[in-house]
């Protein structure tokens, strides 16, 4: 039986107006280390407390390769007396920070597609942190895009979830269970980031982003890419981990404790990550009948320069230049599931009908995906 041929067809972006250059980040983290360290001068000096160290842009760049990143609030980020963005809660009557975020990207994407929100017959949000638990993210956007029919659900597979989407929107077009579906990425990593830790107050940034997948047989964008295969992969790991969630109000000794925001053992996780994901990648392309000649492009998930070098050399067999693995995290930092994304969309006008390419995010779980891409 003939698989049923899927295209993404249209791809979206929305960035937040602020920025933080690493020069502005490190000048207010080395303020509340200032801080930090007068405050509590005794203990330190009776060895009961460790003294926090300064930072630089220098070494920021050095370790990730990021420049800046875009958050949606920056005042809050960079005062050393709070160390976290100020983003109000908004009423049930209003639409969600996320979900304004989301729709944003949305109505991008079907532009670009060439379709309107009655074409829709599905939303997946797939991200690293649902701003609540329920309702669902996806039914709320599908209500402010004003989709009167179709379904939408979320979920999260950390910074791989754009890519588990992607195979949950292709497998529901082949299954005949839609025909339409939008994958969007709103991702709001500002809010849980420990902005006052010096090994990953630099590390993330907000963004949204959202794909249209249809049917290739109805699609009609001038910028189709055909879908030749998904692969996704899963091996339980702490070293990226967040505990934060609705069980914390059980237990009020751990409220407000390091684990409930974002943390990792970095070097463990370049050195367990990279390997699985050259590896998948390489194993997939050959199932394809694919040799590592005929991609044209990677669009990796945008954590770490290092990690993007290493996976594209491992793959390719050489050194990749901007060309073959394009790069966005100096600009906006890690995004999370929305990295690989914004790659995709910024870099895939150039390329011609035939060649190829694929997407790729990792992330906590561990979690691997990876989809193969053809420009039609």
């Given at each position: 039986m003939t698989q049923q041929a899927v295209v993404i067809s249209g791809t979206g972006l929305w960035t937040p107006q602020e920025t933080i250059t690493n020069e502005e980040l490190v000048a207010s983290y080395n303020r509340y280390v200032e801080l930090y360290n007068e405050r509590h001068a005794a203990e330190i000096e009776a060895g009961r407390?460790?003294?926090?160290?300064?930072?630089?842009?220098?070494?920021?760049?050095?370790?990730?390769?990021?420049r800046q990143r875009y958050v949606l609030n920056k005042d809050g980020v960079l005062d050393p007396e709070r160390m976290a963005p100020r983003i109000a809660e908004r009423s049930d009557e209003e639409m969600?920070?996320?979900?304004?975020?989301g729709v944003k990207a949305i109505r991008q994407a079907l532009d670009n597609a060439g379709r309107t929100p009655a074409d829709v017959d599905a939303v997946l949000v797939a991200c690293s942190n649902m701003q609540r638990a329920y309702p669902a993210m996806a039914i709320e956007i599908q209500h402010y895009l004003g989709m009167e029919r179709g379904w939408g659900y979320d979920m999260n597979v950390a910074c791989s979830a754009a890519t588990f989407g992607l195979q949950a929107a292709v497998d529901a077009?082949?299954?005949?269970?839609?025909?339409?579906?939008?994958?969007?990425?709103?991702?709001?990593?500002?809010?849980?980031l420990a902005w006052e830790d010096r090994d990953c107050h630099f590390i993330f940034g907000d963004v949204a982003t959202a794909l249209v997948l249809e049917a290739k047989d109805a699609a009609t964008s001038d910028n189709q890419w055909e879908v030749l295969g998904t692969r996704?992969?899963?091996?339980?790991?702490?070293?990226?981990?967040?505990?934060?969630?609705?069980?914390?109000?059980?237990?009020?000794?751990?409220?407000?404790?390091?684990?409930?925001?974002?943390?990792?053992e970095g070097r463990k996780v370049f050195k367990d990550v990279c390997p699985m994901v050259a590896e998948q990648i390489s194993g997939h392309i050959a199932d394809l009948g694919m040799t590592a000649e005929d991609l044209r492009r990677m669009w990796l998930h945008q954590a770490n320069l290092g990690m993007n070098e290493f996976i594209a050399r491992r793959v390719l067999g050489r050194p990749a230049t901007r060309e073959d693995a394009p790069v966005i995290l100096d600009e906006y930092a890690n995004t999370s599931s929305a990295g690989s994304i914004i790659a995709f969309h910024k870099y895939n006008q150039d390329m011609k009908a035939g060649e190829r390419g694929v997407i790729c995010s990792f992330g906590a779980g561990y979690s691997i995906g990876s989809v193969v891409l053809e420009k039609r």
């Open positions: 407390l460790q003294a926090l160290q300064p930072s630089s842009a220098e070494f920021i760049e050095k370790a990730s390769g990021i969600s920070v996320q979900a304004e975020m077009i082949r299954t005949g269970s839609a025909r339409c579906v939008v994958v969007v990425n709103p991702e709001i990593c500002s809010a849980h996704l992969q899963t091996r339980f790991s702490n070293n990226i981990r967040n505990n934060f969630g609705f069980l914390n109000r059980a237990d009020e000794s751990g409220v407000g404790a390091r684990d409930k925001l974002f943390r990792q």
